[in-house]
């Protein structure tokens, strides 16, 4: 059957069951994890290239270790709620390679982000340094390798590589993003706003 959005009057491909926006579970994930990972972006890049003091710097890494464990247990959940939960209905005026485009683009987001935070943590636990990742209420997260300074800088280069694919890639996503408010209006973005239906 044939379903129309309540919003902007496009044909939804599916049957009536399914809604054409995420739910709030699923928005509230999006949202808060996109939120950390450009704040991570920020951080790591301002960190590594444009912080001198050394206090500050030194500071500022540990703020970015600890928040990296926020990410670890919020995409956690994100993809295992993501394993469950049903996407909304796309509209049926989306062509078959932007469906696979998108995604294509999804996964390896999800991918990308789950490689930041592995190098992250093995460059860390291997670091001849002995600075562990600092929790709320003076804990730490365990190592998980001893001191190996190679394996510490090859993660290192890695998290900077996957940094920049990283941001290129969250750019397309967002030109994407754009593209359907803007010029397809088709309520794909939409889906991911808070509303009725
Ligand atoms: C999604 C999560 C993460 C994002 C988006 C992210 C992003 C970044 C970025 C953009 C840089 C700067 C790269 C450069 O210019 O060389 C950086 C550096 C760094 N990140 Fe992350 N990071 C994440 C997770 C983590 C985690 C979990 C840890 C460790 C627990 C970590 C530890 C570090 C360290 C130590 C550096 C500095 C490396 C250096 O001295 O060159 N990051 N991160
Ligand atoms: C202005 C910023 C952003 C906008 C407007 C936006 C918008 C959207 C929209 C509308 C969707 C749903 C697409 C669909 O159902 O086909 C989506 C999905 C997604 N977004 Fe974003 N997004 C933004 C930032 C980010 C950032 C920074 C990240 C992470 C790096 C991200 C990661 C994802 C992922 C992984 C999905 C796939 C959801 C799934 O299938 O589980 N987004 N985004």
Redesign the pocket.
């Known amino acids: 059957m044939r379903k129309t959005c309540p919003v902007t009057r496009v044909v939804m491909k599916g049957t009536a069951s399914r809604s054409h926006r995420w739910s709030a579970t699923g928005q509230f994930l999006h949202w808060s994890c996109a939120a950390l990972?450009l704040f991570?972006?920020g951080l790591?890049?301002a960190?590594?290239?444009w912080v001198e003091d050394q206090g500050q710097r030194f500071d500022l890494?540990q703020l970015?270790?600890s928040l990296?464990?926020l990410?670890?247990l919020l995409m956690a959940l994100r993809a295992a709620w993501r394993l469950l939960a049903r996407a909304p209905v796309l509209p049926e005026s989306m062509p078959r390679h932007e469906r696979v485009l998108s995604k294509t683009v999804h996964v390896a987001l999800y991918g990308l982000?789950f490689a930041?935070?592995v190098t992250?943590?093995v460059?860390?636990s291997a670091s001849p340094l002995p600075l562990p990742?600092q929790l709320p209420g003076g804990g730490h997260v365990p190592n998980l390798v001893a001191p190996d300074f190679e394996l510490s800088e090859r993660m290192?280069a890695l998290?900077?590589r996957i940094?920049f694919v990283?941001i290129g890639l969250v750019l397309l996503h967002v030109a994407a993003a754009f593209k359907h408010w803007l010029w397809d209006r088709d309520g794909v973005l939409q889906s991911m706003l808070p509303g009725r239906g």
Request: positive net charge.
């Open positions: 990972i991570m972006l790591g890049l960190m590594v290239e890494y970015h270790k990296g464990a990410v670890f982000i930041m935070l992250g943590y460059m860390i990742i290192k998290h900077h940094a990283l």
